[in-house]
Nanobody, 124 residues
């Protein structure tokens, strides 16, 4: 069992930056592929970014490529999402998720464990 707790959300102006953190419990964090998803008002949950267990491989949605960076620190059981050049359309609840299989990353059903989410609001 893995418990995930996100932090770092908040209100920021367009063009600003935020860094989200996701702290994981459990001894097997380093074996999991980790992902970030988001759900905006009236929208379905969508994939944002993912990072392999080693941190070597990263994957991004086209909408955030070049602006967001995912990383992880296995010694701290934490995954990060650095968000730069934020836009109002990035406003959403951001969720951290863990995939023990590490095989697929783009769909929410690939992930077994989820955090409660953290709100990110970008004002224009």
């Amino acid at each position: 069992q893995v418990q995930l707790v996100e932090s770092g959300g908040g209100l920021v102006q367009a063009g600003g930056s935020l860094r989200l953190s996701c702290a994981a419990s459990g001894h097997t964090f380093s074996r999991y592929l980790m992902g970030w998803f988001r759900q905006g008002p009236g929208k379905e949950r969508e994939f944002v970014a993912a990072v392999s267990w080693s941190g070597v491989n990263t994957y991004y949605a086209d909408s955030v490529k070049g602006r967001f960076t995912i990383s992880r620190d296995n010694a701290k059981n934490t995954v990060y999402l650095q968000m730069n050049s934020l836009k109002p359309e990035d406003t959403a609840v951001y969720y951290c998720a863990a995939d023990p299989s590490g095989s697929y990353y783009r769909e929410s059903y690939d992930y077994d464990y989820w955090g409660q989410g953290t709100q990110v609001t970008v004002s224009s």
